[in-house]
């Protein structure tokens, strides 16, 4: 017998790729959301959400008087009550419009800066070395806890001091301002999570950062490039905090229009009905249209 151990040797199993780990959390989650019980508790939390909609849409097709009278589910066993006359009054109506288009004046602006600046300080922060930049990335993190209400009156003196207040344009850069710090905390976090390996040999074949960027990084970044759009347009297209403080009658959006048909609602409602309707289906016709990549970035962040 030799005087000293021999290890016994075992087969070495190998680790299963991350890939394998993270088709069984999909195949999870996709079993959870197609059980019957999950299935019809969304069924039920679709039709609790969809119902004032369906209520909304239905009074601004029916006449004031009818509104007045009865409630707006009689449209069901009356569909004559149901016409496009309120729409027409409202487009119609110089001050309803002009607001509606100052809306998208200040939303799409805003939203396109926001996401821009964003992605390109996001991919700056993940992938460029430069003097303090964890320091200045921890600032941008910082301005995340501050509430916009602080920041109001002396933008607003600020504004009125070099020719902005009350315009379109100072209301689109009082939301740029304030979408930046958490668009680019998203977005750095998204593009820090890219391999480092794929930069590196871009870099090698002679890429240059511009290029690595918009040809390799923005592709990549897509699901979350748009998941960010689509919460950035939304929060502006509803906000009226702002815009109450900022714009003035001739740069107000629909929300701050809407509000001030509010003091006399009995004799407006033709107007507020299909008005906040309108307000309300810009919003969804795009999530829907960028509905595949958002599912993309939460599917994507939900099984890193």
């Given amino acids: 017998m030799s005087g000293h151990l021999t290890a016994e040797r075992r087969p070495v199993t190998p680790a299963p790729p991350a890939d394998a780990g993270r088709s069984r959390r999909t195949g999870r989650l996709g079993r959870l959301l197609s059980s019957s019980a999950v299935q019809a508790l969304l069924i039920v939390v679709a039709l609790v959400w969809i119902t004032p909609l369906a209520g909304l849409f239905l009074s601004s097709l029916r006449d004031e008087s009818d509104n007045a009278s009865d409630g707006w589910w009689t449209a069901f066993t009356d569909p004559s009550q149901l016409s496009l006359d309120n729409y027409t009054a409202l487009f119609q109506d110089s001050g309803i419009t002009t607001a509606f288009w100052n809306t998208v004046l200040i939303a799409v602006p805003t939203t396109v800066l926001v996401v821009g600046i964003a992605a390109l300080a996001g ?61 680019v905390f998203l977005l750095r976090n998204y593009f820090a999570e890219i391999p480092r390996e794929m930069l590196e040999a871009a870099r090698m074949d002679g890429g240059s950062e511009w290029r690595i960027f918009s040809r390799l990084v923005l592709p990549l970044g897509r699901p979350a490039i748009a998941s960010l759009a689509i919460f950035q347009f939304l929060w502006v297209w509803n906000d009226m905090l702002v815009a109450l403080l900022f714009a003035d009658s001739g740069s107000q959006p629909l929300t701050v229009a809407l509000q001030s048909q509010m003091r ?31 599912v993309q970035g939460v599917m994507a962040g939900s099984v890193k």
């Fill in 264 to 294: 006399q609602f009995g004799s407006n409602i033709g107007v507020l009905a299909p008005g906040a309707f309108l307000s309300l289906i810009v919003p969804l016709v795009v999530f829907f249209a960028f509905q595949r990549h958002f």
């Fill in 123 to 183: 991919y700056a922060f993940a992938w460029l070395e430069f003097p303090g930049r964890d320091a200045v990335f921890l600032v941008v993190v910082g301005l995340l806890v501050v509430p916009v209400q602080i920041g109001l009156l002396p933008v607003a003196k600020l504004f009125g001091a070099v020719g902005l207040f009350g315009t379109v344009a100072g209301v689109v850069l009082f939301h740029v301002a304030y979408g930046l710090p958490f668009a």
